[in-house]
């Protein structure tokens, strides 16, 4: 049964025949039902589902940061919506026809905010990851307040580890501690830079796999 919510000229919500009607982004929408098919799919098909599987696993965890930091709304496409057709599109790779992971292509965040300058990571004893930068808080709309953030993604257990605002730009050095559980495990490391007020942030940077002792 649908209910109509503003009278008869109004939206409504739920199924009347061949149509659905919802709200979506604000804006009310009628669609037909999609039609059922007993033909088999094709290997094309097959492999773009694969891909948009892969794509919305590995991102949803990041939701979160690319809510705010993933460029800006673009018409009905948010920014989770932008950072899910970026990724597919250019973080994806087929291997033994499988869709498979390219890292370093994977953006967390992108933006207009001047980026990090030299920065590197190096992994340290008890689990620490250590990253260093050169302060360019004076380069472009860069700032000594502008907050570092990092992301370790661990492929042998399919996990993320987000660590939010570790550093100012002006620290120039940031230090992260992974959990014991990850010893002897291999990071894909990203890290990006927002401002205080969370309204830009910079491309992320892939600092490369880095393996814990």
Same mark, same amino acid.
């Given at each position: 049964m649908a209910e109509i919510k503003k009278g008869i000229l109004g939206g409504f919500s739920g199924k009347v025949g061949p149509v659905v009607g919802a709200n979506w982004r604000g804006k009310d929408i009628i669609r037909s039902t999609p039609k059922s098919s007993s033909r088999p799919k094709t290997d094309k098909q097959i492999l773009q589902q694969l891909k948009f599987k892969?794509?919305?696993? $590995?991102?949803?965890? %990041?939701? =979160?940061?690319? =809510?705010? $930091?993933? /460029?800006?709304? &673009?018409?009905?496409?948010?920014?989770? !919506? %932008?950072?899910?057709?970026?990724?597919? !599109?250019? &973080?994806?790779?087929?291997?033994? +026809?499988?869709?498979? *992971?390219? #890292? !370093?292509? *994977?953006?967390?965040?992108? +933006?207009?905010?001047?980026?990090? @300058?030299?920065?590197?990571? @190096?992994a340290a004893t008890g689990g620490v990851i250590n990253l260093t930068w050169e302060d360019n808080g004076l380069q472009g709309n860069a700032l000594a307040t502008d907050k570092v953030s990092v992301v370790c993604y661990f492929e042998a257990v399919s996990a993320f580890e987000i660590f939010e605002?570790? &550093? $100012?730009?002006?620290?120039?050095?940031?230090?992260?501690?992974?959990?014991?559980? #990850?010893?002897?495990?291999?990071?894909? *490391?990203?890290?990006?830079?927002?401002?205080?007020?969370?309204?830009?942030?910079? =491309?992320? *940077?892939?600092? /490369?796999?880095? !393996?814990? +002792?």
């Open positions: 892969t794509t919305i696993t $590995f991102l949803h965890p %990041l939701r =979160n940061i690319q =809510n705010r $930091f993933f /460029g800006t709304d &673009a018409g009905a496409k948010s920014k989770v !919506n %932008l950072a899910a057709s970026y990724f597919i !599109n250019n &973080a994806i790779e087929i291997v033994d +026809g499988l869709p498979a *992971v390219i #890292y !370093n292509k *994977v953006l967390i965040t992108r +933006g207009d905010l001047t980026g990090f @300058q030299n920065v590197e990571a @190096q605002g570790v &550093a $100012f730009r002006s620290d120039a050095e940031a230090s992260i501690t992974l959990h014991s559980s #990850y010893q002897g495990m291999e990071a894909q *490391v990203y890290a990006f830079i927002a401002n205080e007020a969370e309204t830009q942030a910079c =491309n992320s *940077v892939y600092l /490369g796999a880095v !393996n814990l +002792g």
